[in-house]
């Protein structure tokens, strides 16, 4: 047989990569027809994390005001005393407090409860076949709940100090897409890290309270060089006060950095989501080992 022949056997580079590209198309399809098709899943997961976390506790629900009135009030202490100085804001700062704690706990229990997903479902992982990432996104409704919790204690406060919000509140669920994404591709990631590694939770914990007192959410940005760096580099600080911002200002004060913190959320989620879902039938096996 000759050269040419063999050579024409072979399939040209360029159809070699209209065939990869195919089937890049076909996987992410089935990712997306997949988590789609399990939304009643979803929500029944939800409902049985939701009953399970508040069902021997006394105060249920109402634990997501009282967490965010002692912080706030906490720091209204800290700088009436003198040992903080917040600095001149736009509202009085209880209002300007919770609203940004609001927008914080998006990130902070979402991540908390992604990241414990696998681990809460045991052996359900195991023995049976589903979309997986349906755990991570049903435990990010639990925060939902617990923002719209939350904004209800923001609206109180605006009312009180008699705030009014700018028009471009309405643009809020646009606002907070980022948050909401950065959170899940985050929690695509620490969900399988920590079926494998128990201590995760615990680190997650700690550093969420750590980057909650180094973000601009109780505070002003500050003045000082050093903070003002790393707040330039914290995508965080962006994703939270943005929407604060179109509340208070009726504009986004840093609208570079919330642009393109926006744009590592889109890609922090995509990358998490799909390394999640070639990764859940060996995390399946490991866990059901166990």
Request: charged letters at 15%.
């Amino acid at each position: 047989m000759s050269e040419s022949s063999c050579k024409g056997d072979l399939p040209a580079e360029g159809e070699v990569a209209d065939v990869q590209r195919s089937d890049d198309i076909k996987r992410w399809s089935t990712m997306v027809r997949e988590l789609f098709t399990a939304h009643e899943l979803v929500w029944r997961l939800f409902v049985r994390d939701f009953a399970a976390r508040y069902r021997q506790t006394l105060l249920g629900v109402l634990w997501a005001i009282i967490m965010p009135l002692v912080v706030v009030g906490t720091f209204i202490f800290l700088n009436s005393s003198g040992v903080l100085n917040i600095g001149e804001i736009e509202i009085p700062y209880p209002a300007y407090a919770l609203l940004g704690l609001t927008f914080w706990q998006i990130f902070a229990g979402g991540i908390v409860n992604c990241s414990n997903s696998i681990v809460k479902a045991g052996t359900m992982v195991a023995k049976i076949k589903f979309p997986r990432e349906a755990l991570v996104v049903s435990s990010l409704g639990q925060t939902f709940v617990e923002t719209m919790v939350r904004a209800a204690l923001v609206v109180l406060a605006f009312a009180y100090y008699q705030v009014v919000p700018a028009w471009t509140t309405v643009l809020l669920p646009l606002a907070v897409l980022p948050v909401i994404l950065f959170t899940l591709g985050l929690g695509f990631f620490l969900s399988l890290v920590n079926a494998v590694m128990r201590d995760v939770a615990n680190v997650v914990n700690l550093l969420t309270t750590f980057l909650l007192f180094l973000t601009p959410v109780l505070y002003p940005e500050p003045e000082t060089e050093v903070f003002r760096v790393f707040t330039r580099f914290n995508p965080l600080a962006p994703l939270v006060n943005g929407p604060r911002d179109l509340v208070i200002r009726g504009e986004i004060s840093d609208p570079w950095g919330f642009t393109w913190a926006s744009i590592l959320a889109v890609v922090l989620f995509v990358v998490g989501w799909r390394f999640f879902y070639l990764a859940q039938m060996r995390m399946a096996e490991r866990m059901g080992g166990r």
